[in-house]
């Protein structure tokens, strides 16, 4: 009975099943696969991607310091994580698609296969399936929603062109959208003006869809990001009624923290009762415990609100707060940049900029806004303080070139003592932070600048904690490598067992305990020990100490000029350089730059310097173009005519007719002095060199390299040098060393000496002294060279005669014996002329030229 009572029911349900066919259009077909497609394939493909957007969601973390994104980015490794729920999300609308292909649904699934394209990233897909609806849809609304997620993954993709345009299309569409898509338009396009950096537009849209927000669009979100928006473009007023409507929506804690640190941030400050109201509201935020991670914002904030106020002790005081407090590399950066700010544009200190933009940059991330800008100033800056610092520290090592090892010494013990009283002071300052807070600091450790009182305590600003961190290092682990894992045990292990026996236990014991009683390295006489070895004490090294400020005094007054904008300090950069250094070899150019500074606000002293450059350098381009302003102009129209000239003149010379060559270069050289004069003076050296002895081609070609060292042409000049002074040295060895016999020439005597014996300081202080007490006449001057890795020697040069060396040499080796500085040394002296010497420093031919020395030299010189 049973089986016929199921029998009955199915045939009589037949009829109701063949109704709801697909190819059915009767109204209770159309309810089955409505309500079909909406609560079986459409709601579930909804909820799985509910889950995706939570996830995409989850992995926002939002920059307070900066506008906040009003969508997360998608992220191709967070998409793996959620692919699961995107095939789900796919396969469910794709079902309800192909069984119910009449319900009104259809439209709905295909835009939700389309969102979970474009949540995959597969951007192709996502817009074909958006554009297939906006095609074949019938639904107005539905077309609208489809074009709406178009924007959107436009915008992803960086097409911002094509998004642009559907954007366009739908703004004409706007009168007859329903509010949903009509709110979707507004977010979606601010999203888009967002991406573009277009804070005005951005804003005017999400304004736009306030009043269209419901609960699950985070309004609290939309309005701090209105908030940070109408801030960042200066509408104070707007920024702190959103800020308060942010606060209203009660959203999570982080959001509320920051709403209100920004509205104390921008409240309207007319009155004093008005700041401190501000100020109250700052400290009340400090005070919650439940702020405790933000302190570092906090404090950044009041900064910021003080320097509005141009309270820059407050200000500077509050930064260096938030740098101490937390741990928010983001914050520490702005904090750094803000105070190198000040101290660059208000306090016009370079030094303590430099060394805060040196920390910014460090903290900031590259994508940072303006990080470019921010680059290129702490370049400037650091370039600046690295010619400062060079003729600071110089002048103090020309400064104690006049003292003695005990005054030396004393000065250096004096300031070691100043700077650890002073460190330990900020030692015991210090209570919880081991961070290092920025100060000047320079390698002179007798400064006395007006900043002493801020001296560093960071450690690779200090030249001295350095030295001593080296040596306890060395002291501890020994003279290891630079390289990777070089603390492990088995690398030590292999090492010893290569080298040493293995110890006995006993051995290890006293090793230990001799180890355990060495005595602490003496700070005091290392930085004696360093600073001793930088100090010029010879006329060469303090020529090149000389040089090195007068470069240095070259480049500030270019820095100060063209790129920080400083003109009365390039001013004193410029004259300081021509009142220390007449002659320099930057004269011509500074005198001409002074005049163009002062041809805007003092015109007598513009002429002063213009007539000091016509007299001083006639010759030079800066005259030429101070007489004639077009000068370059026309200069480069006879370049063009001396290349033309030049093919010629080079044709002869490959030809080897280098006569016709001679003259079609000298015809060049008469248009005047050019850019490419150079170019023609190096082919006049390669005739020499066709035509004239190897010497004299040598000659020409080092004559050319110090007059043309900054031009391109030297590199080529100085590959050529070197071939030909290999050649030489080729056939020198070929030969046999073949040194000239004429000695009736100038001569030079030379101290020559193993590198281990380091006899450059003692070798030249003895010759110095030697040399003003028995031949001060002939004004002789002493240098020293390295010949070789082996060797090292000391030069007197200048003796006129061979006779005088002569002289020089009997007399030397007469004192020699009481000469207790050099009693312990071994070294060799000789007199060599100056062909001779050119031809032995070449060769490197020591035991050659000791044997010539002896057969062509009396004996009483030897």
Known sequence: MKRIALFIISIGCLPLLLRCSSESRSWTSKAYHNTTAHYNGYYYSREELKKVDDLVWGSLTDDYNRILRLYPALDSAVAKGYDKEIQEAVKMASIAIQRHPNSKWVDDNYILVGRARFYSMDWGNAIQTFKYVNTKSDDIHARHTAIIHLVRTFTEKKEYNNAQAAIDFLQKEEPIMNKANRKALYLEKAYYYQNLEDLDKMVR???????????????????????????????????????????????????????????????????????????????????????????????????????????????????????????????????????????????????????????????????????????????????????????????????????????????????????????????????????????????NVFSTGENENENTSWYFGNSSAMSIGQNEFKRTWGDVPLEDNWRRSNRIAVATANSLPTPTETDTTAQAANQKDLPAADPVAQEYDRVNKEIPRTEEQRKVALKKIEEAYFNLGDIYYFKLQEKDNAVDSY?????????????????YKLYLIFKETDQTKADFFASRLKELYPNSTYTKILLNPNYLVESSLAVEKQKVIYKSAYEAYEQGDFTTSSKYIDEAMALGETSFKPTLDLLRILIVGETENINQYQYELDQFIQKYPMEKITEYAKSLLQTSKDFQQNQEKQKGIQYIKSLEEAHYFVMIYPSAEKLSNAGTSVLEKFNSENFARLQLKTSNLQLSDDYGLILVTDLPQVTDALEFMIKFNQKLPSITELRNHKFNTFVITKDNFDIFYRTKGLDEYLRFFEKNYPAEVQ
């Open 205 to 443: 849209n999400l304004t736009s869809a306030v009043p269209l927000l419901k609960k699950r669009d985070r309004p609290g979100r939309v309005y701090f990001i209105i908030g940070q928006i109408y801030q960042k473009l200066g509408f104070e007023d707007e920024a702190y009624g959103f800020y308060k409507k942010c606060i209203s929506t009660n959203p999570a804690y982080e959001v509320d923290f920051y709403a209100r640190l920004y509205m104390a941030q921008v409240t309207e400050i007319s009155r004093s009762r008005d700041v401190n109201a501000a100020r109250k509201s700052f400290k009340q935020l400090l005070k919650d415990s439940k702020n405790k991670e933000f302190r570092d914002k906090i404090y950044y904030e009041m900064g910021v609100f003080e320097l509005k106020q141009k309270n820059l002790k407050e200000g500077i005081e509050n930064f260096n707060l938030a740098v101490r407090t937390g741990n928010n590399k983001r914050i520490d950066g702005e904090a750094y940049l803000r105070l190198g700010e000040v101290y660059y544009d208000t306090l016009r200190k370079f030094e303590l900029s430099a060394a805060y933009y040196d920390s910014a940059i460090n903290a900031l991330s590259k994508d940072y806004e303006g990080y470019a800008q921010i680059k290129e100033r702490q370049l400037i800056l650091a370039e600046f303080v690295k010619n400062l610092k060079t003729i600071q520290w110089q002048d103090s090592l020309l400064a104690m070139a006049s003292l003695d090892s005990v005054q030396l010494r004393g000065r250096i013990d004096s300031a070691y003592q100043i700077r650890k009283a002073a460190e330990e002071k900020k030692e015991k300052a210090k209570k919880k932070s081991n961070r290092i807070s920025i100060e000047a600091n320079d390698n």
């Open 575 to 591: 004259t300081t350089l021509l009142r220390r250094f007449p002659g320099s070899d930057h004269e011509a150019e500074v005198l």
